[in-house]
């Protein structure tokens, strides 16, 4: 069965510190990966997709970047975060074609910038 | 690009009455609905979904409406309990096909649903 790991759970950064976080898949091949942010009140925004290896895709301008240096991989980053940039972060895949492209999330890294 | 108007906000039933939660959508070209449950710290997940060609769809207590004429679709629970209390997130999106790459689903803002026993 497919599974998704996110970490790290929960991180405190200071502003204009660098930003990793990593999301991977297992028991899938090209999956879609996504990266959202929810903030109270916004809902789910979406960040990042990726359809494959170096492929991303940008949907909001922001202090952010994505990686996917390999096909199950995806890498959030930061070279100076703000503290604007803090908020729930998300992972997620879905099955690239399937009927409905049902979209499963990781379990959320808990991001504050102070 | 779409737009996902979702409402209301938060909603508050007694156990064992029905809620609601509806959406509007601005694409008339978007075939895909599905409603995620956000629990309090866990990730979303999805309880139901409906395509474009169908009205409606039911799986046991939760019932999910489409009106493609009007651009809306809602989320029907009925026989609440405490274990439904969460954050509901309504989503669209034009699915292409298989094939046709990847898509983009685009959430509305969530209800809080709370059910009071």
Redesign the interface.
């Known amino acids: 069965s497919q599974t998704i790991h996110q970490w790290p759970a929960t991180l405190v950064q200071p502003v204009g510190s660098p930003l990793s976080l990593e999301c991977t898949v297992e028991g899938t091949s090209n999956p ?1 990966l996504y990266w959202y942010r929810q903030a109270a ?6 960040l990042f ?3 494959g290896i170096g492929q991303i ?1 940008s ?1 909001v301008p922001q202090n952010l970047s994505a990686s996917r240096p390999q096909d199950r991989q995806f890498i959030l980053s930061s070279k100076k975060l703000l503290l604007s940039d803090s908020g729930f972060y ?1 992972c997620a895949w ?1 099955v ?8 499963f ?4 890294t808990q991001l504050s910038v102070l | 690009g779409e737009n996902v108007e979702q409402h209301p906000s938060t909603l508050s039933v007694q156990e064992g009455d029905s809620a609601v939660i509806k959406c509007t959508y601005s694409d008339s070209a978007s075939n895909y609905f599905p409603w995620y449950k956000q629990e309090l710290g866990k990730r979303p997940q999805l309880i139901i979904d409906i395509r474009s060609n169908v009205g409606e769809k039911k799986d046991q207590r939760i019932a999910v409406t489409l009106n493609k004429t009007a651009k809306h679709f809602s989320l029907h629970i009925t026989e609440t309990q405490p274990e439904d209390s969460a954050v509901y997130f309504c989503a669209a999106t034009r699915f292409s096909g298989i094939g046709a790459g990847s898509y983009q689903l685009t959430f509305g803002k969530g209800t809080k649903l709370s059910v009071i026993p």
């Open positions: 879609n009140g916004r809902g789910l925004q979406l997709y990726s359809v895709s949907e998300l879905s690239d074609g399937t009927v409905g492209e049902k979209l999330f990781g379990s959320g």
